[in-house]
């Protein structure tokens, strides 16, 4: 009877290690694609990039054109940048995005956070480094709707005593 106790013990606990096993394994798997490319949606108010990055000379091509033509404000470039330096990885990966919909600081939001989760699906482990940085985390921040009977979202018609 004490035998099988422990033999069931002994049981679970492999069960249980190999579960944790296959666990961590499917957390570390990189989702790529034959041509060994990473692929990641980004979102920022109305826009929306599609990025895909592979280890390259880390040029950034967004719409066809050059990052320095599509973004020509420097602001716009660094945000673009920060995941890269962020993970340590500048220079490392060239990046493909098209971008749509939105001004340019909402697409150039959308470019950043698509290839912060296109470097998580290439390298699982620097998801520890890019989480705290807040960009893997989708920015809620949209525009306020109108509102009827008002010239604006908030903005009332100006009020006239008589």
């Known amino acids: ?3 099988e106790n422990k033999f069931t013990e002994l049981k679970s606990t492999l069960i249980k ?9 499917a957390k570390t ?5 034959s041509k060994g490319r990473a692929y990641a949606t980004g979102r920022r108010k109305e826009s929306v990039a599609r990025v895909w990055i592979k280890p390259g000379s880390g040029k950034i091509t967004v719409n066809g054109r050059d990052e320095t033509v599509y973004f020509a404000r420097p602001v716009l470039r660094m945000i673009l940048r920060q995941p890269l330096i962020a993970a340590g990885r500048d220079g490392q990966f060239d ?5 749509n919909g939105g001004g340019l600081s909402g697409q150039a939001g959308a470019v950043r956070h698509g290839i912060s989760r296109a ?4 390298e699982p482990t ?3 480094v890019l989480k705290p940085g807040g960009f893997l985390t989708r920015d809620p921040r949209a525009v306020e709707r109108k509102k009827y009977g008002r010239p604006k979202a908030r903005r009332s018609f100006q009020f006239s005593k008589r």
Do not use: F, G, I, Q
């Open 1 to 3: 009877m004490a035998e």
């Open 17 to 25: 290690a190999r579960t944790a096993d296959e666990s961590a394994a």
């Open 29 to 33: 798997d990189s989702k790529r694609d």
């Open 95 to 99: 990046v493909v995005v098209t971008v």
């Open 119 to 122: 470097l998580v699906n290439y």
């Open 126 to 128: 620097l998801r520890p």
